[in-house]
């Protein structure tokens, strides 16, 4: 089997739009861990949710990597061992929490294992209830991150405007990169933080060549991800701006996209066959 190890985005790759897996995927990434692959789960979400949801692909009674926060921490999944963690410098982190209280955007800050909000409402109850995490209030947040000197892994912007704020934030703060991992989430992690930087990571970590691993993805933060691995897919339902660095496009996530371009993986057919655009 050439391709040894396939990195996959959660939320519209690996899950359906009702955030449920179907069988044929979790029996396709069964079958390719039989066959001696190495499968992986590269997301925005915290290492807490992404555990808590881990049975939704049959992987819940494993120890495996996985990556977390845009790429900012790589850990066990069952033992908790940190493989890798990148944080923001904590001056810049705060100097973004400043403009963000002073434009009026609504922002939350992550560390390695709690998500920080200044109040509770409506957007951060909604996220908590769907990723099955806790949040900490602490009200003001570029106080809190300032005096307490926090080691923020990841910020998120959630706005319907998220495309505009890109342009607003990027280039401004040394030492952090920002990317819409949503149509309505902007992302910031630290610099050697980033999906694709995870991948290399963790290739290898595990001794696998790069050009045995294969990434997919649906969104703007999987772009570096899907560009780093030997073999880049999106699935149908990914933003254009993704498909357009993609090498394959697959199936829907609500059509078993995974589930196709593991079977492929597994029968060596990804290599010889002709790549859909």
Same mark, same amino acid.
């Given at each position: 089997?050439?391709?040894?190890?396939?990195?996959?985005?959660?939320?519209?790759?690996? &899950?359906?739009?009702?955030?449920?897996?179907?069988?044929?995927?979790? *029996?396709?990434?069964?079958?390719?861990?039989?066959?001696?692959?190495?499968?992986?789960?590269?997301?925005?979400?915290?290492?807490?949710?992404?555990?808590?949801?881990?049975?939704?692909? $049959?992987?819940? =009674?494993?120890?495996?990597?996985?990556?977390? &926060?845009?790429? $900012?921490? !790589?850990?066990?999944?069952?033992? $908790?061992?940190?493989?890798?963690?990148?944080?923001?410098?904590?001056?810049?982190?705060?100097?973004?929490?400043? *403009?963000?209280?002073?434009?009026?955007?609504?922002?939350?800050?992550?560390?390695?294992?709690?998500?920080?909000?200044?109040? *509770?409402?409506?957007?951060?109850?909604?996220?908590?209830?769907?990723?099955?995490?806790?949040?900490?209030?602490?009200? =003001?947040? #570029?106080?809190?991150?300032?005096?307490?000197?926090?080691?923020?892994?990841?910020? &998120?912007?959630?706005?319907?405007?998220?495309?505009?704020?890109? *342009?607003?934030?990027?280039?401004?703060?040394?030492?952090?990169?920002?990317?819409? #991992?949503?149509?309505?989430?902007?992302?910031?992690?630290? !610099?050697?933080?980033?999906?694709?930087?995870?991948?290399?990571?963790?290739?290898?970590?595990?001794?696998?060549?790069?050009?045995?691993?294969?990434?997919?993805?649906?969104?703007?933060?999987?772009?570096?991800?899907?560009?780093?691995?030997?073999? $880049?897919?999106?699935?149908?339902?990914?933003?254009?701006?993704?498909?357009?660095?993609?090498?394959?496009?697959?199936?829907?996530?609500?059509?078993?996209?995974?589930?196709?371009?593991?079977?492929?993986?597994?029968?060596?057919?990804?290599?010889?066959?002709?790549?859909?655009?």
């Amino acid at each position: 089997m050439k391709y040894k190890l396939i990195v996959s985005d959660l939320d519209g790759t690996a &899950l359906k739009d009702d955030r449920t897996a179907s069988e044929a995927t979790i *029996e396709a990434i069964k079958e390719y861990r039989a066959a001696g692959g190495t499968f992986i789960i590269s997301t925005g979400r915290m290492f807490e949710s992404i555990v808590n949801n881990a049975h939704l692909l $049959g992987l819940d =009674k494993l120890n495996i990597p996985i990556c977390a &926060l845009d790429g $900012g921490l !790589i850990k066990e999944s069952q033992t $908790g061992k940190v493989i890798a963690v990148h944080t923001m410098p904590y001056e810049q982190t705060a100097a973004f929490a400043e *403009e963000c209280e002073k434009i009026g955007c609504y922002f939350q800050v992550y560390t390695q294992d709690k998500l920080f909000v200044a109040e *509770e409402n409506e957007i951060n109850r909604h996220y908590c209830e769907v990723s099955k995490i806790k949040m900490n209030v602490v009200g =003001k947040l #570029s106080k809190y991150i300032y005096d307490n000197k926090l080691g923020c892994v990841k910020v &998120l912007v959630a706005d319907k405007n998220a495309d505009s704020y890109l *342009e607003h934030f990027k280039g401004k703060y040394s030492g952090i990169q920002f990317f819409l #991992s949503w149509s309505s989430y902007l992302d910031g992690a630290a !610099i050697d933080a980033g999906k694709g930087n995870a991948l290399l990571h963790l290739a290898g970590s595990l001794g696998i060549d790069r050009s045995r691993t294969v990434a997919i993805g649906d969104s703007m933060n999987d772009i570096s991800m899907i560009k780093a691995a030997a073999l $880049g897919v999106a699935v149908a339902n990914a933003d254009d701006r993704l498909k357009a660095h993609a090498d394959m496009i697959v199936p829907s996530n609500n059509d078993d996209g995974l589930a196709y371009l593991i079977r492929k993986a597994i029968n060596d057919e990804l290599s010889s066959s002709p790549l859909s655009k």
